[in-house]
Structure formats: structure tokens, C-alpha cells
């Protein structure tokens, strides 16, 4: 297939790189199966947790609600973080590449403040697709109509909320601090950097994809892709995964503040004037924002189709890495469960009818 391919160095010198090339070729169709696999072991773990915490359900309710909100965190972030993380690290042996080098991983950038300035950007282009999800949804619901059902699987998931203290502080912790750590130490950290090697734009646009599709909802997929490619971009420019993991921590605390404002209003009182007040004052704020972010975005459209990223593996085109990647077995196996996960698990009762 490389027969005819030839390189060219500094020196303008051509070398045939059909040994080295097919061999970085099988390397990378080797990673993209150990993703693929790392994924089908977290979308299983997010259809057993469910078992899971049914074993434990009684007797945590028998407890009392805080008890049950804090086993009910627990089993969640052992069962949708921790084992699918380990088990992703041990197959990338990412504990031995990063042993002694955290500080270096997680290290400040030179300009703080300038990496920090990305935030209105980033929340921008992610909300901004998030409201073109909304008005998809609102499009499809008004001229095509229930019989689709797909407006269903394009609105925001519906978020249980808690009416006790324990409850909104584990919420509060896990959307805040577990989540963002967990998920860049995972996505822009194991997966960004198995994927380096073979080019820097397939690292940001898989992992990014792969980010998206871990947070199981269609809605959110939209949004939460495109998060990932401004956050990998700056996971990439940064060479760092300190802003990141702030800039999504940031994100985060933005939606938990909104799931807190509508918890505290089912504690108190539904018509308690405070809270709906500082509710609609937090909304307003948060569409400025938006409103701002989409804006900033906009404006940096020219730069950032200027900004180069340095392709370290440039004899294969970024499509065909593209195209090998979804050939991968375990990436369709992935894709499957993925979509288990998008249609509200239509593959249980499938397979129970």
C-alpha cells in the first residue's frame, strides 16, 4: 500500500517510509481498538451500575436520605469513573508513563491569564451549540410531531432533583470537582495523549467525539463534542491539563448553580419570591453570557483558522485515521453501545423482547 509513498526530510532528501510508516499504522489501529474497548468497558459499567445500586437501594433508603444520596455517589463515580479509568490506564499503561511527572502533566502555563481569557470563547461556541440543539428540538416537535419521537431524545435530560442537604453536596462535589477531574485526567489525558503520536488534530477531534459520547443523552452530545474541541485544543496549546480541568470545573459549577437554584426552591417553596428572584436574575446572566460567549467566539473565527496545529504523523491523511478508526471492531462494538445509550437503552428490551 506504501510502496510508492516516499518522505521528504529538511535536506530535501526522499526515503522510502513504507517499514516505519506500516508499522506506526498497526501502532495506531492498536490504540484506536484499546479506545474502543475502553469505552465498551464504560458504557457497560453504566448499564450495571443500575444492578448495582438496586443491591444496595434498600438498605440505604433503611438509613436514611443522606445516607442514601451519599452510597448512591459512591456507587455512581466507582462505577461510571474509577473502573472505567483504571481499566483504560492499565491497557495505555498510563500509571507508568505519568508516574512522577503529575506536576508536569497538571502544570501552569506560561500565560495564565491569556489561556484563562479562552473561557468566554469556549463557554460560548459550547452553549451556542446547545441552544441550536434547543431549537432543532423546538423544529422538529412543531413539523414533524410526536410520531417521530425524536424531540424527545433531542430535549435536555431531566435531572432528579434533591429536596435534602446531603444531596445537593454531593451533588455540588461531583459535578464540580469529581467530574472535571475524573473526565480530563481520562479524555484530554489518557486518551489525548495515546492519540498524540499519530497527530495532534485526530487526538483533539476523537477525544473530543469520545467525550461526547460518554455523557449518554443525544442532546448532550452536540454541546458537549464541542466543548471537547475547544478544551482539547486548549489541552494542546497549553500542553497541560490545569486550565482545562478549571475551565470545565467553571462550566460545571455554572450548570450546577441552576440544578441548586431550582433544588432550593422544592426545599422552601415553589412561589418563595428570594429564590425565584435570584433564579431569573441567574438566568438572565447566564444567556448574557452566552450571548457575549457566542459573540467572542465569532470574533475569533479568523485567528483560529490561522492557528496551525503541528501534525506529527503527516504520511496518513487525517481522514483515513478518521475512517480506520470507526473500522476498529471494538470502536463499532462502542457505537452500538453508544447508541444503547442516545435511545434511552432500547438493547436491554430488545434483546428481553
Known amino acids: 500500500m506504501f510502496e510508492s509513498e516516499y518522505h521528504m526530510d529538511n535536506n530535501g532528501n526522499t526515503e522510502n517510509i513504507e517499514a516505519g510508516d506500516n508499522s506506526k499504522l498497526r501502532d495506531y489501529k492498536t490504540v484506536c481498538a484499546k479506545l474502543g474497548l475502553s469505552m465498551c468497558v464504560y458504557f457497560i459499567c453504566r448499564l450495571l451500575a443500575g444492578g448495582v445500586w438496586y443491591i444496595f437501594a434498600d438498605a440505604a433508603e433503611m438509613l436514611g436520605e443522606t445516607v442514601y444520596n451519599i452510597i448512591n455517589t459512591i456507587v455512581l463515580v ?19 508513563t505519568y508516574k512522577g511527572n503529575y506536576k508536569t502533566l497538571y502544570k501552569k502555563p506560561r500565560r495564565l491569564a491569556r489561556a484563562m481569557g479562552t473561557f468566554p470563547a469556549t463557554f460560548g461556541f459550547g452553549h451556542g451549540i446547545a441552544l441550536l440543539t434547543l431549537l432543532a428540538s423546538f423544529l422538529i416537535t412543531k413539523y414533524i410531531g410526536e410520531p417521530a419521537h425524536i424531540e424527545n431524545l433531542l430535549r435536555p435530560p431531566v435531572i432528579e432533583q434533591s429536596t435534602n442537604i446531603a444531596g ?3 451533588m455540588m462535589l461531583l459535578m464540580v470537582v469529581i467530574a472535571p477531574l475524573f473526565e480530563e485526567f481520562w479524555v484530554r489525558g489518557i486518551m489525548y495523549d495515546a492519540l498524540k503520536p499519530y497527530g495532534n488534530g485526530i487526538a483533539i477531534l476523537i477525544s473530543s467525539l469520545l467525550f461526547g459520547l460518554m455523557h449518554g443523552s443525544l442532546y448532550m452530545i452536540f ?8 478544551l482539547g485544543y486548549i489541552r494542546y496549546a497549553t500542553d497541560s491539563l490545569f486550565i482545562v480541568t478549571i ?8 450548570g450546577a448553580g441552576a440544578l441548586l437554584l431550582i433544588s432550593l426552591m422544592e426545599i422552601t417553596n415553589e412561589e418563595n419570591r428570594i429564590i425565584n428572584t435570584i433564579n431569573i436574575i441567574f ?19 479568523p485567528a483560529i483558522r490561522r492557528f496551525k496545529i503541528e501534525n506529527t504523523w503527516t504520511q496518513i491523511s487525517p481522514r483515513k485515521k478518521t475512517a480506520w478508526f470507526f473500522a476498529s471492531v471494538p470502536v463499532i462494538l462502542m457505537m452500538v453501545l453508544a447508541l444503547n445509550e ?6 436491554p428490551n430488545l434483546l428481553l423482547s
Request: charged share 5%; proline share 2%; glycine share 4%.
Open 342 to 347: 442516545l435511545t434511552n437503552n432500547w438493547l
Open 247 to 254: 475551565l470545565h470545573a467553571i462550566i460545571n459549577t455554572i
Open 223 to 230: 454541546y458537549t463534542t464541542a466543548y471537547g474541541l475547544a
Open 283 to 301: 438566568l438572565l446572566a447566564v444567556l448574557i453570557m452566552v450571548i457575549v460567549g457566542v459573540v467572542v467566539f465569532l470574533s475569533k473565527i
Open 78 to 96: 466507582v462505577m461510571v469513573y474509577i473502573i472505567p479509568i483504571i481499566f483504560s490506564a492499565t491497557i495505555f499503561k498510563s500509571f507508568e
Open 168 to 170: 445537593i453536596i454531593t
